[in-house]
């Protein structure tokens, strides 16, 4: 079973910029690659149920996506975008934490498994030393690592990335990529990347948009980059 299916989709605003796809993304990691203003950004936030299709359909697990209310939606679907809300003003601990709303109850107590997940996430993504840290006060790489806690924090099958690396030095990029690779041997993560050395490497597949409305899915070992 397909983790994510599309089925005719058209992704936009008001005009497409990326139209009629039909394709499915296997489990394991898969790289969206594209020109600037392809709808890399776009693809994610459908998919994550920010933005609605011009047409067609999302699939997660084989339930379209417009059926399923947002709550039930966040226990499958974790989305990382490519800028830190700016209003997040709280501490680290407490951001990370927010992960863990899907699965709380309706007073949002935290439980002692949830607690220890977000631990566990903090641990994971290099982060639990300033725990108590305000985020607004951090870099914007210690932000990025902190984002990735609380994906993980999220514990969902499917995993959307945008632009994980974009503040990150080179050594914490390949140990980002190591890591979802090595994660994500049972859950589906898609990552939007300029980083094409990187993507070829660490992705099973590479998801490319041509900045003409055609994406098209390869092994990452069989993919032509069309747009360069």
Known sequence: MAGIKFT?????????????????IP??????????????????????????????????????????????????????????????????????????????????????????????AMEQAEVADFAKRRVNNLSDGEKQRVSLARMLAQDTKILLLDEPTAFLDYPHR?????????????????????ELDLAKKYAQNILQINGKGNAYLNSAENTIIEWI
């Not at 005719?8 to 499915?24: R, T, V």
């Not at 020109?35 to 379209?64: D, H, Q, R, W, Y």
């Not at 990529?177 to 993560?189: Q, V």
């Open 174 to 194: 390949t140990k980002l990529f190591e890591f979802l690779k090595n994660l994500c041997t049972d859950k589906t993560c898609l990552i939007s990347t300029h």
């Open 27 to 120: 489990a394991g990691v898969t790289c969206l690659i594209g020109p600037n203003g392809s709808g890399k950004s776009t693809l994610l936030k459908t998919i994550a149920g920010l933005i609605k299709p011009l047409a067609g359909s999302v699939f997660i697990f084989e339930k379209n996506c417009s059926t399923i209310n947002k709550r039930d939606l966040a226990k499958l679907v974790a989305f990382v975008p490519s800028r830190f809300p700016s209003e997040a003003n709280i501490s680290v601990f407490d951001f990370v934490a927010l992960g863990r709303i899907p699965h709380t109850k309706a007073l949002g107590k935290l439980e002692k498994p949830d607690l220890e997940k977000i631990n566990f």
């Open 8 to 24: 005719s989709l058209s992704i936009g605003y008001k005009k497409p910029l990326a139209e009629n796809l039909s394709l499915e």
